[in-house]
Each structure stands twice: as C-alpha cells, then as structure tokens.
C-alpha cells in the first residue's frame, strides 16, 4: 500500500521560510516522479513542483519561481519543498504527490494526506 506523509507545515510570517518533507512507503521510491501541489480554501488545487526520478530535472508554477526548491533522497525516500520569502497568497494544504503510471503526471496520482502552511501578512 503506497502512503506519502507530509509534514513541516505551519504558521510563518511573510518573508519567512519552511520545509515541507514527504516520506513516501510501499512503492520504489526512485522510480517515480513526485511533486507538490496546494489547494487554497475556494480554489482548485493546483500544481506547485515537481522533480524526476533522479533528480535532475525540476518544473514550478511561476508564481513560486526562484523561491521554492524541489529536491528527494532516493535512499531517505524523501522528497521536499524548500520554500523562501513566502507570501500570503502562498496560504494553503499543500500535498505530497507521485504519478501512479511513475512519470506520467496526466493520468491518476498517489496524495497524501495535505500539510496546512498559513502565512501572516
């Protein structure tokens, strides 16, 4: 059974900084792409990053260019998304997620369960 748990959410004021970590189970870490996507209350939710198998290829919505980094360990079975001089419109659950098909993003995804990050004005 896959399971991907995210943790390192939380309260931070603007400008300040987090690190989400997705421990992911029960699937061969290295062989699949994971990502990030956030959903904010009212909206739909939406991609943020995502990382190749390796490593060595990263994709980002604009609005979080340049101050967020995607990153994994293939031996931790760890992904996570560095974020910097975040911004209230960066509020949301943010997700942990991996293509079930292990790099085609178009078809079904495993989640997690969502890590809430609120950040003050």
């Known amino acids: 059974q896959v399971q991907l748990v995210e943790s390192g959410g939380g309260l931070v004021q603007a400008g300040g900084s987090l690190r989400l970590s997705c421990a992911a189970s029960?699937?061969?870490?290295?062989?699949?792409?994971m990502g990030w996507f956030r959903q904010a209350p009212g909206k739909e939710r939406e991609f943020v990053a995502t990382i190749s198998r390796s490593g060595d290829g990263t994709n980002y919505v604009d609005s979080v260019k340049g101050r967020f980094t995607i990153s994994r360990d293939n031996a931790k079975n760890t992904a996570y998304l560095q974020m910097n001089n975040l911004k209230p419109e960066d509020t949301a659950v943010y997700y942990c997620?991996?293509?079930?098909?292990?790099?085609?993003?178009?078809?079904?995804?495993?989640w997690g369960q969502g890590t809430q990050v609120t950040v003050s004005s």
């Open positions: 997620a991996a293509p079930r098909s292990a790099s085609n993003w178009s078809g079904n995804k495993y």
């Open positions: 029960g699937l061969r870490f290295s062989s699949y792409a």
